[in-house]
């Protein structure tokens, strides 16, 4: 009978009922068109304690029934990794893990959870709710890394019966303070040297010596940050120079923690020769947007920023690395912020005053990271690659 439908006197019924059901499945179900959170704050960064504002929109190609629109603010640290040992049948894998919640709230913006019954129906078109909420104190500063994050997110969902929920998704920064006034250490300078001799079977040559410095070691993002090194080469190899900043961000399990370098940038030098010493001074990294030194509030996530002298013989050999240890705040040093008012009263167009410099927010120099696994899926909207924001000193500029 089904393969002779067509020559049914009963096929335009049959179609016609089909038109029907496809209208009141449409009517049932609803077309979204869009899901989407916006705030009131355009850049979407905070500091604990602020409130996080804006609204949820809604738009509909045809009317919806649903439970309710609900958010989920959420706030914590998660660390990940394993390990594995063996190789074949024999081969063992570990994994460590972590997960520290800081806030985990739910606010219903629309349906069942503000009264009135199970079932709601949202009629066709745009829609929008708007939510607020207040973050906690002493919130730890948005991270993303490869094997763990701090993350604080938006996530709404349209709780619909007898369907998937729609889900959308927005990650929004937290900056946590670092005052350098604050940190006892942060005027002092630093330095650090080290040496090594190289062996080529019986043979052992003379020492290769290498040392870093600045004149402080606390610097915010948008800083200069000065250095010297020097390299004294009494082996029989050449020796390649450069200096790298470094951020080492440890993450810790509940059984073990993790250390993850990641050079941030590196400045060449030319190499050191048999024999001959090389003084290196003048130069300078720009300290670029990143996450603030130790990630204050978080027990499971530490970062801390090294600049090194990396010395490379050539031949078969380890690096000389000589590190000193920077820390990178939010608010700057009073002194550097007098030098810099200084520096700007001296020119000719100086204006009779010069106020404290005020930060902007620039995007991490690390890059986005995409959320979906963790926070989205198959029926979700909304911003699913997240960069953290943090303060940056544009110091070539008065405000």
């Known amino acids: 009978m089904l393969k002779n439908y067509k020559s049914s006197p009963y096929k335009y019924k049959y ?20 899901f989407q959170i916006n705030l009131d704050n355009a850049q979407g960064i905070f500091w604990s304690g602020q409130t996080v504002s804006g609204r949820v929109t809604v738009d509909l190609e045809s009317e919806m029934k649903m439970r309710e629109i609900r958010l989920a603010f959420k706030g914590k640290a998660y660390v990940y990794w394993s390990e594995s040992d063996g190789s074949g049948e024999y081969q063992h894998t570990e994994h460590y893990s972590a997960t520290e919640y800081y806030f985990n709230n739910v606010v219903i913006v629309f349906g069942k959870g503000l009264g ?7 009629h066709p078109g745009q829609h929008a709710f708007p939510f607020s909420f207040v973050l906690p104190p002493n919130l730890p500063s948005s991270f993303e890394g490869d094997i763990g994050h701090v993350r604080y997110t938006i996530k709404g969902t349209i709780d619909r ?10 990650a929004f ?7 350098l006034n604050q940190q006892p250490l942060a005027t002092n300078g630093a330095e650090a040297t080290d040496s090594k001799n190289l062996c080529c079977l019986c043979c052992k040559s003379g020492p290769i010596t290498g040392t870093i410095k600045v004149n402080r070691i606390g610097y915010v993002p948008g800083e200069s940050l000065y250095f010297e090194a020097s390299v004294q080469n009494m082996s029989n190899r050449v020796c390649g120079m450069s200096a790298a900043l470094e951020m080492i961000t440890t993450f810790h399990a509940t059984s073990k923690s993790c250390s993850v370098p990641q050079v941030i940038n590196t400045i060449p030098h030319q190499d050191a020769k048999p024999g001959d010493s090389e003084v290196w001074g003048g130069e300078r990294f720009i300290v670029p947007p990143l996450p603030p030194s130790y990630l204050a509030g978080c027990s499971i996530i530490d970062t801390r920023y090294i600049l090194k002298l990396v010395i490379d013989p050539s031949g078969p050999a380890f690096d000389l690395i000589v590190p000193v240890e920077i820390i990178i705040g939010t608010i700057p040093l009073q002194s550097a912020v007098q030098q810099y008012q200084q ?11 010069v106020a404290m410099p005020a930060p902007s927010y620039n995007e991490s120099i690390l890059g986005p990271t995409n959320i979906t696994g963790e926070e989205g899926g198959e029926h979700t909207q909304g911003q699913l690659d997240f960069t953290p924001t943090y303060t940056y000193y544009n110091w070539s500029k008065s405000t």
Not at 116 to 122: C, K, S, V
Request: hydrophobic residues 40%; contains cysteine; proline residues 7%.
């Open 173 to 179: 920064t937290v900056l946590s303070v670092l005052d």
């Open 343 to 353: 520096i700007l009263l001296a020119q000719p167009s100086a204006p009779p005053q």
């Open 15 to 34: 179609f016609d009922h089909c038109d029907i059901f496809q209208q009141l499945k449409s009517i049932i179900m609803g077309k979204l068109r869009s």
């Open 161 to 170: 019966p007898w369907r998937f929920d729609d889900h959308t998704v927005l």
């Open 116 to 122: 009135g019954g199970d079932e709601h129906i949202l």
